[in-house]
């Protein structure tokens, strides 16, 4: 078990790691579900697919404690961080008396975590939240740091806001169920952490990614907690994004942003596969501006590959060119006039923000990607 402290004054909250946790959550978060003991139900929002696997459980757990769930349910995907479904969650909230002083339990992936966040950062003016992440991405990575968000017809996560959880409950065992491709994707954000800040770790995930990946219980807790501790370390410091530090997160992202978008945010190329990529483009740019040595590059992109991750642009089969890409860079909320931040490698396990890249030479790196 691990407990990891995010430090935020005035809102400082643990996040827990162990094995089997969602089904002591009576217990581990008995101090947040006070509120319910006269009889009103707890309000829990899932994706049909974390109801049907968990809500038994739940339910079973909580009668123990004499509380009983009500579900707000929605269906699995992207499509569920939208206005139309956030009026509906908002309206059922208000509809079951939620105060300021309840929480709301979000039991998914980061769609959920996402929604449920910014339901409750606008219902009563702030409600309180408590997070159960059941992907790899969200564990390591969105149920943390309270960035919440919906879409909209203008992009992704562009209607949101800054709302941190009152606890995290991470139960590594509900990935035994995570489809394959969704766990190495999520696995991208691990690399993540070490490539950025942490080479000790990057050099422990090139010898032990397969047992991750092979979910082995030791190696599995190890990961998250490592990448938990790192997230709650940032956040603490930058947590509006406000300095340099919290962007140092966003590596991968704005080469991965532009990949997202020019596959048209589908299941062609999840986010982690994305960001995965992106963070090869991220080292390869890196070199060729002589700040990263190409054996590192090799490096960075050999962990990718390994993790069975996309590491190079030609197996994408994609029909556009540098300048396209860069187009959809343009339209990243990061974006400022007509720059961009880049999240470039000095080394492993040293990431910096590069306010000078040229976005005519991001193309022309590309166009050489696109075909290498
Ligand atoms: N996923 C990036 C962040 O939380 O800042």
Not at 7 to 27: F, H, K, N, Q, W
Not at 255 to 263: C, I, K, R
Request: some cysteine.
């Amino acid at each position: 078990m691990a407990v990891i402290r995010v430090a935020l004054a005035g809102r400082a909250y643990d996040v827990v790691i162990e094995p089997g946790l969602l089904s002591r959550t009576g217990s581990a978060a008995a101090r947040f579900l006070a509120s319910y003991a006269g009889g009103r139900k707890v309000p829990f929002v899932a994706d049909e697919n974390t109801h049907r696997l968990y809500a038994a459980g739940v339910e079973s757990d909580l009668a123990a404690h004499g509380l009983a769930a009500e579900w707000f349910v929605v269906a699995p995907g992207e499509d569920a961080k939208t206005w139309r479904v956030l009026e509906a969650l908002t309206d059922w909230l208000l509809a079951l008396g939620v105060t300021r002083s309840d929480h709301v339990f979000a039991l998914g992936g980061g769609v959920v975590g996402d929604l449920v966040g910014f339901a409750c950062a606008i219902a009563k003016r702030g409600c309180g939240f408590v997070q159960i992440p059941t992907t790899l991405l969200a564990q390591v990575d969105s149920s943390v740091g309270g960035k919440t968000a919906i879409n909209t017809k203008a992009g992704k996560n562009l209607i949101g806001a800054f709302h941190q959880p009152a606890l995290v409950l991470i139960d590594p065992l509900v990935l035994e169920t995570l489809p394959e491709r969704e766990m190495r994707a999520g696995f991208a954000e691990v690399v993540k952490y070490g490539l950025l800040g942490d080479a000790a770790f990057f050099d422990w995930l090139e010898v032990n990614s397969n047992k991750v990946l092979a979910r082995e219980p030791a190696a599995l807790e190890h990961a998250i907690a490592t990448s938990i501790a790192m997230k709650a370390a940032i956040v603490a410091e930058d947590e509006r994004e406000t300095q340099d530090r919290r962007a140092l997160l966003n590596l991968g992202h704005t080469f991965g942003h532009a990949l997202e978008a020019e596959t048209g945010f589908s299941d062609r190329l999840l986010h982690g596969e994305a960001v995965a990529l992106g963070m090869v483009l991220a080292a390869r740019y890196s070199a060729r501006r002589g700040e990263l040595s190409s054996a590192d590059a090799d490096r960075a992109t050999g962990a990718i590959a390994a993790a069975g991750l996309p590491a190079n642009l030609p197996s994408l089969g994609l029909a556009c060119d540098g300048a396209q890409l860069v187009d959809h860079m343009r339209h990243d909320k990061k974006a400022e006039g007509t720059t961009l931040p880049f999240l470039l490698l000095k080394g492993i396990g040293t990431a910096y923000v590069a306010r000078d890249v040229d976005l005519a030479d991001i193309a022309a790196f590309l166009d050489i990607e696109l075909v290498a």
